[in-house]
């Protein structure tokens, strides 16, 4: 059954860990996980001035909204200036979100940013259109980006994959009390500070100034 927009916007973040967790995952395992899809997906040099770290749901309407129209400004303005260091971090609020960020992590680090702004612009089309089959929309676009059939089959049953992204949920909303998409949190010289909701580039340059002050 496809998910509308409505119920989406109902959702709960601590519901939703429990909705995306799909039976028969396992307990996450102990000690870091290892290989590429676990790496942190950023963008921009360690070094600057502020981080940047988003809270997304590929589910998420708000965070569509804010990918399409206010991050590629980010990225040239304030990434790619060196002036931030952007951190990309799963929030998903629904299975469907889960199994998009457990294929967006089956990419090569280098495609996820890419991709992940495809999802967004087309969320539309493989989220909400009814009737849609969202596995099968979301193949054709993983295969767009390069990765085959059987990686793609096995992102979505890499049962350490989902828990890895469930508990990296789990510890935004106890370390930043992230409770809505997209929020962002800010590391400055006066610490952390979580602003959440889209906005335009101009709200979001202003957050970041403030965080260098």
Same mark, same amino acid.
Request: positive net charge; charged residues 20%.
């Given at each position: 059954?496809?998910?509308?927009?409505? #119920?989406?916007?109902?959702? !709960?973040?601590?519901?939703? %860990?429990?909705?995306?967790?799909?039976? +028969?995952?396992?307990?996450?395992?102990?000690? *870091?996980?290892?290989?590429?899809? &676990?790496?942190?997906? !950023?963008?921009?040099?360690? +070094?600057?001035? =502020?981080?940047?770290?988003?809270? &997304?749901?590929?589910?998420?309407?708000?965070?569509?909204? $804010?990918?399409?129209?206010? $991050?590629?400004? =980010?990225?040239?303005?304030?990434?790619? !200036?060196?002036?931030?260091?952007? %951190?990309?971090?799963?929030?998903?609020?629904?299975?469907?979100?889960?199994?998009?960020?457990?294929?967006?992590?089956?990419?090569?680090? #280098?495609?996820?940013?890419?991709? %992940?702004?495809?999802? &967004?612009?087309?969320?539309?089309?493989?989220?909400?259109?009814?009737?849609?089959?969202?596995?099968?929309?979301?193949?054709?676009?993983?295969?767009?980006? +390069?990765? +085959?059939?059987?990686?793609?089959?096995?992102?979505?049953?890499?049962?350490?994959?989902?828990? $890895?992204?469930?508990?990296?949920?789990?510890?935004?909303?106890?370390?930043?009390? %992230?409770?809505?998409? *997209?929020?962002?949190?800010?590391?400055? *010289?006066?610490?952390?500070?979580?602003?959440?909701?889209?906005? #335009?580039? !101009?709200?979001?340059?202003?957050? =970041?100034?403030?965080?260098?002050?």
């Amino acid at each position: 059954m496809p998910i509308s927009r409505r #119920s989406l916007l109902a959702f !709960t973040p601590a519901a939703a %860990v429990a909705a995306a967790a799909r039976p +028969g995952f396992a307990a996450a395992p102990a000690g *870091p996980a290892s290989g590429p899809e &676990f790496a942190p997906r !950023t963008l921009g040099k360690p +070094g600057a001035k =502020v981080k940047v770290i988003e809270y &997304f749901s590929l589910t998420c309407p708000h965070c569509a909204d $804010f990918s399409m129209h206010t $991050f590629p400004e =980010v990225k040239k303005k304030l990434i790619d !200036t060196g002036i931030v260091f952007y %951190v990309f971090r799963d929030f998903p609020l629904d299975k469907i979100a889960l199994e998009a960020a457990e294929v967006a992590r089956a990419l090569p680090a #280098s495609e996820y940013e890419p991709f %992940v702004s495809a999802l &967004f612009a087309s969320q539309d089309r493989w989220a909400f259109a009814p009737g849609v089959n969202y596995t099968e929309e979301l193949w054709k676009l993983a295969a767009l980006a +390069g990765l +085959g059939r059987a990686a793609f089959d096995a992102a979505l049953k890499d049962k350490a994959l989902g828990q $890895f992204i469930l508990a990296e949920q789990r510890k935004a909303m106890t370390k930043y009390k %992230v409770d809505a998409t *997209p929020s962002f949190i800010l590391v400055g *010289p006066k610490g952390p500070h979580k602003v959440a909701g889209e906005m #335009s580039f !101009t709200a979001f340059d202003g957050l =970041v100034n403030q965080a260098m002050a």
